[in-house]
């Protein structure tokens, strides 16, 4: 079972996701299902799939039916250690929300701004963020991307999320 680790920048903090249930892995994905971390009304549980390829982290964020409320997409750095089975996903800040009635919401570019205006992220991660970002709005824009990742997960777990 790997350790998985999310460092945010803003607010500064390492969060250990080792708990999320592990459904699938391989060299271009890491599937997980959770509860979150801190209690919500809305979200009761979510699956993740991160694109290791990509940079990628994609959750379907679900109520306590289990139903799609949104997919949420995170860009991430992704760190791999061999030697311990530890992945870190490093939170490049930049978010995506898709609503189940398409529409797009982009999130924290300001945040991004500021993280690299006060040294927290490099260059190359200011550019590895806005370029995984477009990539990914492009991907969006252009197909059905919640549609693909649904696929994905139904494919590797078995698990079904509607979209």
């Known amino acids: 079972m790997p350790r998985i680790y999310r460092i945010r920048y803003i607010p500064s903090e390492t969060i250990d996701l080792s708990s999320d249930r592990l459904l699938y892995r391989d060299e271009n994905y890491l599937i997980t299902e959770w509860e979150p971390i801190k209690p919500r009304d809305d979200v009761k549980?979510?699956?993740?799939?991160?694109?290791?390829?990509?940079g990628w982290k994609i959750s379907a964020f679900m109520n306590e039916r289990k139903e799609l409320m949104y997919w949420y997409c995170d860009i991430v750095d992704i760190e791999y250690n061999k030697e311990t089975d530890t992945f870190f996903l490093y939170d490049l800040l930049t978010d995506i929300r898709i609503m189940p009635d398409g529409r797009v919401e982009v999130f924290d570019l300001d945040e991004l701004a500021t993280a690299f205006e006060s040294d927290l992220i490099t260059d190359r991660q200011l550019y590895m963020s806005l370029r995984q970002s477009n990539e990914l709005l492009r991907l969006i824009y252009s197909a059905d991307m919640p549609g693909a990742v649904s696929h994905i997960i139904k494919n590797y777990t078995g698990i079904g999320v509607e979209v």
């Open 45 to 54: 549980y979510g699956i993740s799939c991160v694109f290791l390829n990509k």
